[in-house]
C-alpha cells in the first residue's frame, strides 16, 4: 500500500489516519521526507506578503475588456444575415416540397375562377 498525497497532507496537518497508513508512512524515509518538504512548502507559502488588487483593477480590466469586444453592430449584421438565410433557405424548402404544388396549384385555380 502505498500513501497518496491526501494521506501525507493530513499527516502534514496532524490529522489522524489510520494504523496501517501511519506505519507504512513512518517506516519510509522517501516519504518522511516529502511530508517535510510539504512543511517547508507550506511554511513558506505562509510567509508571502498579502497582495491586494489596486483601487483601480476592475476599471482597466473592464476598460481593456470594452476595447478587444467585437463590435455591437457587426453582431446585428451578422444575426440578420443568419435569420434572412434561414428564412430564405425556409422558403425553398416548403415552395419544392410536392404537397406545395398541390396548395399552390388549387389557389391560382380559386383565383383563377374568380
Known sequence: MHPSTEDLLSVRDGEPLDAVTSNVIAE????ERE???MRQVRHALGQLPELSPEDDMWQRIEAVEHETRPRSSYRRLAAGAG????????AIFVISSPSCSLICTSASARAAAK
Open 28 to 31: 519510509d524515509a522517501t516519504l
Open 35 to 37: 511530508i517535510e518538504r
Open 83 to 90: 435569420i434572412a438565410a434561414a428564412v430564405a433557405a425556409l
